[in-house]
């Protein structure tokens, strides 16, 4: 082994042993800071409010607060401020909820098999089970299978154009991109409404029905974003009486009965196009939707577009918490200046700015003017160990000192530990030529360069050379 | 002498070895037939809040793969622990290197022995297993071979434990000071590769040869600390 070598697997191992040591640390004080906060921190912590809607469509505000996990009871308001009592349950209005555009995903990326199978759940039935499969791409296909529990063999498969006996082929599978598979709203086969369900694929709304052994297309069109199902009620009698379907497409908000027809539409106005709806119909031909954020405009909707709208702020008292006291926690779990110094200047030029906050430069600086002085102390220590192990390398006339260094200064308290601990470090002894302390792992004094004497004889010596002479 | 070597350590691991592959097949039945012990066994009802389910999803949904990564981690660390900080703990590691063989060779002989060992014990019970869920009336759901990817990934991600163990052992440092970090770092490590590829099938290649450069760090430290150890 060279030398070279040497020194490169010393390196290597005090890497891996900072990598340790700084693990280690992290996970005993993350778990004390946890316990800390915990035990100090008992205000309430975050307040949400939503908006509910009472039969008669008069909108109101519930807030509910949470404090270490605690949920306290909700509150209600008027949009005007008005505090009132909670009513039953019987008196609100439901509202649906019509999620958004499912994201995209890069092309390179496939979801593991627990997404792509999703096990459909007929309490009623015991003897099969039934599950949709996915082909893992993007804008791909699915099918259903279904087993018998007893023989455990496959006794059917379900296609776009029915149940059949063996595997569709594509053509004949349900096209669905995988980020909707599965999901309430989309394609998800395993909610079950008066024996059959109801799933949204790319091709339009469909209908599966378990007790006929029959697929058809309830609403054909392409590109629908999501469905709801409304089950509408009489007054006095909890047994729906029709059920039917909210679809969403990119510009309007469809309401269909069971054979398809559309028994109303309303056009999307452009505030409404990219979030998740909600949306309440209030049975008088016009609908109540908002868009869910801290700033929800209400809009009260009919065939001929928005007639009333009405901005109402929603209060999310989640307690940020300071860029200082965010640095502080970091120092404490990872006295390593390198982390440091990546959190205080990624998370700020990575994070999204909201419009009038400056460019994340402006951020960056920001960071640094509240965080600096637990940044300053962790680079004080860096600084303060690198030159223990400046004065150690001397000590030991060790090389590469310019590269333990820099990597103790780099990774603070850790890197400083792997450093001392990658080796077995040799005796130090007061030189007997120049009186300095010298390691012993060698013939001549580090300093003065000159050999050490031999150790005086004592008549035990074992000679190896000039055994001729014997 | 390096056959003599060789027989040895094989001799020194079968013990694990056998445990492992007991360990195994009580995972193996108990996802098979996991109402076995329930039927025949009536101190097992002590245990189970009811009769246990069957296994519908292998490798998704099912009880032997999570018990077959965590007893697979727990016997790389047996291994490892025992072919380095057992041979020191029996005092033997002045005779086996007083052998005429280069220390190098002693310790790159103990780490082919139980690197082998561990992963022929670990692929005959996954093995089994995929070949019962990929034959068909054995359980009620699909199964495509890819399902059984994660856990062949987390089956040689197991190899950094063992090294990480190994160099542990062979380590002159205290245990209550920093003797058990490179075992942190590779059970951490073991950890972040077993997740990723469950989550990004598609990785898999990637985080093989991720473990393996791993492996090739761990080794390297291993042969260092050997070089530079004063085993007397």
């Known amino acids: 082994m060279t030398t070279r070598t040497n020194r490169l697997q010393a390196m290597l191992m005090a890497v891996l042993l900072a990598i340790g040591a700084a693990l280690a640390w992290g996970m005993v004080a993350g778990w004390v800071v946890m316990i800390i906060l915990d035990n100090v921190n008992r205000s309430p912590r975050q307040v949400w409010e939503s908006v509910k809607v009472l039969r008669d469509g008069t909108p109101l505000i519930k807030s509910s607060s949470e404090s270490t996990g605690q949920y306290t009871s909700a509150t209600y308001r008027t949009l005007d401020g008005a505090q009132i009592s909670e009513r039953p349950t019987g008196d609100y209005l439901g509202a649906a909820i019509l999620w958004a555009p499912a994201g ?76 909707r598979f599965g999901y309430s709203g989309y394609f998800d086969p395993g909610q079950i409404t008066f024996g059959a369900a109801y799933i949204l694929t790319d091709e339009g709304l469909m209908q599966i029905d378990w007790d006929k052994r029959s697929v058809r297309f309830v609403f054909q069109e392409d590109n629908l974003i999501s469905m ?61 939707a908002w868009d869910q954020g801290p700033t929800v405009e209400l809009l009260w909707l009919d065939a001929t577009g928005i007639v009333k709208r009405q901005k109402v702020d ?100 850790p890197g400083y530990i792997g450093y001392r601990t990658h080796r077995q470090w040799p005796t130090c002894l007061p030189c007997p030529s120049c009186g300095r302390t010298a390691p012993r792992d060698r013939p001549t004094c580090c300093h003065c360069h000159r050999d050490f004497p031999a150790p005086a004889a004592n008549g035990t010596e074992v000679f190896a050379e000039n055994t001729s002479a014997i | 002498m390096l056959k003599a070597l060789m027989l040895k350590e094989l001799r020194d691991v079968r013990g694990i070895a056998v445990l492992a592959l007991l360990i195994y097949t009580f995972l193996l039945t108990y996802a098979i037939r996991p109402t076995l012990w329930w039927d025949y066994v009536p101190a097992a009802r002590m245990w189970e809040y009811g009769r246990p389910s069957p296994t519908l999803l292998p490798f998704i949904e099912d009880s032997f793969t999570p018990g077959f ?107 209550y000071g920093t003797r058990l970090l490179p075992l942190i770092v590779a059970v951490v490590g073991f950890a972040i590769s077993a997740g990723i590829a469950f989550e990004y099938p598609q990785t898999a290649l990637w985080v093989c040869l991720a473990i393996l450069a791993a492996n090739i760090w761990l080794l390297s430290a291993i042969l260092f600390v050997t070089q530079t150890r004063d085993f007397s």
């Open chain 1, 104 to 179: 995209t995903t890069p092309a390179w990326t496939r979801p593991s098999w627990n997404r792509r199978i999703r096990q459909l759940f007929r309490y009623e039935i015991t003897t099969e089970a039934w599950y949709a499969v996915h082909d893992g791409n993007w804008q791909g296909h699915a099918y259903l299978v279904g087993f018998d529990v007893s023989t455990k063999r496959t006794i059917g498969y379900v296609g776009k154009h029915g149940f059949r006996s063996d595997a569709p082929p594509v053509d004949d599978q349900f096209p669905v991109s995988v980020g």
């Open chain 1, 228 to 288: 709801a199902t409304w089950a509408e009620y009489e007054p006095d009698d909890t047994k729906p009486q029709k059920l039917l379907f909210f679809v969403r497409s990119s510009d309007s908000v469809r309401l269909l009965d069971l054979a398809g027809n559309v028994q109303e539409m309303i056009a999307l106005p452009a505030e409404l196009r990219n979030g998740n709806l909600s949306w309440a119909p209030l049975g008088d031909g016009r609908t109540l």
């Open chain 1, 314 to 413: 929603l209060h999310l008292q989640q307690n940020e918490d300071s860029d200082r006291k965010k640095m502080t926690l970091v120092s404490l779990i990872a006295p390593v200046p390198v982390i440091c110094g990546a959190v205080s200047a990624i998370v700020p030029l990575g994070s999204q700015t909201a419009p009038g906050t400056g460019s994340p430069w402006t951020r960056l600086a920001e960071t640094v003017a509240d965080a600096w002085p637990p940044m300053l102390i962790v680079f004080a220590l860096g600084v303060v160990l690198a030159w223990l192990c400046y004065r150690r390398q001397r000590q030991f006339g060790m090389p590469w000192t310019p590269a333990w260094v820099v990597f103790v200064f780099l990774f603070g308290l």
């Open chain 2, 69 to 175: 990564v965590v007893a697979s981690a727990v016997l790389a660390v047996a291994l490892g622990l025992w072919q380095s900080a057992g041979e020191a703990r029996r005092g033997t590691f002045a005779f086996l290197l007083h052998r005429p063989v280069t220390r190098r060779q002693i310790i790159v002989l103990k780490l082919s022995v139980g690197v082998t060992a561990y992963l022929l014990c670990g692929a005959i019970p996954l093995l089994a297993y995929s070949f019962w869920a990929a034959t068909p009336g054995t359980h009620a759901g699909p199964f495509e071979w890819s399902m059984s990817w994660p856990a062949w990934t987390r089956w040689w991600a197991t190899t950094l434990v063992y090294a990480g163990a190994f160099l542990t052992g062979i380590r002159p440092a205290r245990w």
